[in-house]
């Protein structure tokens, strides 16, 4: 059964429903559900890469979980996010939303109408409903469907297909007032890329950030980086570095080790802000890229390396976060342990020829600068050093 138009409904008798997403154009959309509860409560489910987001859980409340987010980067092809329900007894009203993350983080509305999405669903009878997202509205946000939960007669299934902008959608749908647009391109898997794209002549600072963590997210007193490694009381030395090969091909590298901080506004055009030694700097440490110069930059390849101490990636967890103006932030996560190397390959750069930069999670672990070098075919030599 489709229900075509605006304000068509149908009752659901059921307990159980899933909820399908589907797309193919190359844009990021996001599925969501936002309810009131029966004894007034307010949430929302929708993706953990956002800043407080949560996917829920299908065996306690609210009863709604959502699988992994599709299209980051908006990319296109056969993507699919899904929503299951596995109870509606406590909820008195359920909004199905999809979010059009690459238009709202860009500041632009455009129809749903433009795209191929399309959702389905399916309740524990076997029933099927499809609402397309076919709309001409402008918006960033599609209300496809409500569900009432109030009525005696069972939950009732109507078609809202809305498009509302963000400030309206925050204000009116209950639970959504916590929702916030923060960046969520998050390169989750070995080898996922994104374009960050230079907006206008002038480009803008590519920044790069490493920090840890403490497992469960709890940091560590006397500075993030103390006592990671080991168990012990000994501050670990940590740093982050990048090899870099500018286009007329030359080549080095940017580290604390040697005091080789580089240059931001001369070649090559990429500056390290400074030596954390001891983790009593919260923010950890940050290199900054002329985003003026990205004709300039071939290639950059981020790494972490550990001076001192035993090579224990799995007692934190490391983030890198990429910030570049009128793009996303992009974060790397360093979830792949059990490596006793003390050199990790972060991130790797490359540019793509039409005024932007690809970041590629690598997350690889060596020996030393020397394997790193061979195995991404730097070419440089190498000598032992000390800070």
């Excluded at 030359?250 to 604390?256: E, F, N, R, Y």
């Excluded at 923010?283 to 224990?312: M, P, Q, S």
Aim: glycine content about 14%.
């Amino acid at each position: 059964m489709e229900l075509k138009q605006k304000g068509e409904e149908v009752f659901v008798p059921i307990k159980q429903l899933l909820v399908k997403l589907q797309w193919r154009a190359a844009v990021d959309l996001d599925l969501m559900a936002f309810y009131k509860a029966k004894d007034g409560r307010v949430g929302g489910i929708y993706s953990s890469n956002y800043a407080g987001g949560s996917q829920g859980d299908m065996n306690a409340f609210p009863f709604i979980h959502l699988s992994d987010d599709a299209g980051v980067g908006g990319s296109g092809g056969a993507n699919e996010e899904v929503l299951r329900i596995t109870k509606l007894d406590d909820i008195a009203e359920l909004y199905i939303c999809a979010l059009n993350f690459t238009d709202a983080s860009g500041g632009k509305n455009s129809p749903f109408a433009s795209y191929d999405g399309r959702v389905e669903i399916l309740d524990d009878q076997g029933k099927s409903y499809a609402v397309p997202l076919n709309s001409a509205d402008k918006g960033t946000v599609a209300v496809i469907a409500r569900i009432d939960n109030t009525s005696f007669m069972g939950a009732k299934l109507i078609n809202e297909n809305r498009i509302i902008g963000l400030n309206d959608f925050l204000a009116t749908l209950p639970g959504a007032a916590g929702f916030k647009l923060s960046s969520k391109v998050v390169l989750k898997n070995k080898g996922d890329s994104f374009e960050l794209k230079q907006k206008g002549s002038a480009g803008g600072e590519i920044l790069i950030n490493l920090n840890w963590n403490m497992q469960g997210g709890q940091e560590k007193k006397g500075g993030l980086f103390s006592k990671l490694l080991g168990g012990g009381s000994r501050a670990v030395d940590l740093d982050l570095g990048c090899l870099f090969e500018l286009s007329d091909g030359s080549k080095g590298a940017i580290q604390a080790l040697g005091k080789s901080f580089g240059s931001y506004d001369q070649p090559p055009f990429i500056r390290h802000m400074g030596d954390d030694r001891t983790g009593a700097v919260q923010e950890g440490e940050f290199i900054r890229v002329n985003g003026r110069h990205l004709g300039d930059l071939r290639r950059i390849l981020f790494y972490a390396f550990i001076y001192e101490g035993v090579a224990c990636w799995d007692q934190a967890d490391g983030i890198v976060t990429i910030k570049h103006p009128g793009s996303p932030e992009v974060v790397v996560k360093l979830d792949e342990h059990g490596s006793n190397h003390g050199m990790c390959a972060l991130a790797l750069f490359e540019n793509t020829g039409n005024g932007g930069l690809k970041v590629s999670k690598e997350v690889r672990f060596f020996q030393g600068h020397e394997d790193m070098d061979k195995a991404y075919r730097w070419g440089l030599r190498w000598v032992s050093g000390s800070k």
